[in-house]
């Protein structure tokens, strides 16, 4: 490849680094194409799983000012899946694909500038998704609201009742 060609080639990952929200390393050795095809396909829209070349990824990486941790694990055959939406996502999709493909190795990752182990993007992936998590969040702080209402709801209610045994007494008194 001509030189003009690895400085685009740099200046692409570059860019893909820095405008991607997170990136996940993977080591895709003893893949068939067809089954890398169908990686990129179970990925959907917010993924893009991109075969490598090491040395042109780490100074792309380098120049995106990503960790020596990272940059490191540029060896072996590698491809990386730069994620443009939700990372909760694209970490599931990876997983579960590695669990039924097991030469699918996750190496490592990059997500919102900070690194992140193998394991962290596993428990990543175990995660629900950002809209389950909201509205399990909307359902707690809505059951708070009822909760509150039943409490002041009871304490006149609680009051018109002692009053009513406390006649009931002296009533019967």
Known sequence: MARPDKAAAVAELKEE????????????????????????RSLGQNARFRVVKNTLTKIAATEAGLDQQVVDLFEGPSA????????????????????ANPPLVIKGGVIDGKSMSPEQITKLADLESREVLLSKLAGALKAK?????????????????????LAD???DA
Do not use: C
């Not at 990386?80 to 669990?99: M, N, Q, Y």
């Not at 039943?150 to 009051?159: D, G, M, R």
């Open 145 to 165: 609201q009822g909760q509150a209402a039943a409490v002041f709801q009871a304490l006149p209610s609680k009051t018109v009742r002692l009053a009513q045994a």
């Open 17 to 40: 680094f820095q405008s991607s929200q997170g990136a996940v390393l993977t080591e895709y050795r003893g893949l068939t194409v067809a089954q890398v095809s169908a990686l990129r």
């Open 80 to 99: 990386i899946a730069f994620v443009r939406g939700d990372v909760i996502e694209a970490a599931k999709g990876l997983r579960d694909f590695s669990k």
């Open 169 to 171: 007494k002296r009533a």
